[in-house]
């Protein structure tokens, strides 16, 4: 397996505009986390999928924000309007449930950048 | 809320050094304790703990779990250069697959 995929690599876009940031988890995973990285909070979980279904959105900053799994081979994260302090480094992460193993892999990250 | 803290934010050692990281959590339902590391991208997985006094280990790096004091410690002996990371821990808990995760330690090897 090519292991969790994410694209774009980086984004560079304007205040305001749509953003959707893309991945594709391991095949066979059933957990798949959204996590955003700053230098100031660290990794900070935004939401995360069991079986393609949302459990917990808290981490979501806002309403300008939102995530979707369409199936279990792809999930979206969309910004709009996107603002500076969104810049960031988006990790897209999947595991495996089971009662012993609860390591989760990442994929290489979008670095977003708002001016 | 789930809290992990580490400690401490950043390192910076000579090479061949010892260096020992630490890692305190509070986590409901309290699970595994991971540890991770991140140079320039994705965090890679170097341990998951889940018993007392159980340590694991991997080459030069090794970690132990205290579930009574609820820390972990990460120990890198002969540090090398590649080395230099961000070393992150998570702490989940049972019922769901969160991680949450520290803020990380930045350890930097001089040659």
Sequence with gaps: DAGVIQSPRHEVTEMGQEVTLRCKPISGHDYLFWYRQTMMRGLELLIYFNNNVPIDDSGMPEDRFSAKMPNASFSTLKIQPSEPRDSAVYFCASSFSSWANTEAFFGQGTRLTVV | ?111
């Design chain 2, 1 to 111: 809320e789930d809290k992990v803290v580490q400690s401490p934010l950043s390192l910076v050692v000579h090479e061949g050094d010892t260096v020992t990281l630490n890692c305190s959590y509070e986590v409901t339902n309290f699970r595994s304790l991971l540890w991770y590391k991140q140079e320039k991208k994705a965090p890679t997985f170097l341990f998951m703990l889940t018993s007392s006094g159980i340590e694991k280990k991997s080459g030069r790096l090794s970690s132990i779990l205290d579930k009574k004091e609820l820390f972990s410690i990460l120990n890198i002996t002969a540090t090398q250069t590649g080395d230099s990371a961000v070393y992150l821990c998570a702490g989940t808990n049972f019922g769901n697959e969160k991680l949450t995760f520290g803020t990380g330690t930045r350890l930097t090897i001089i040659p």
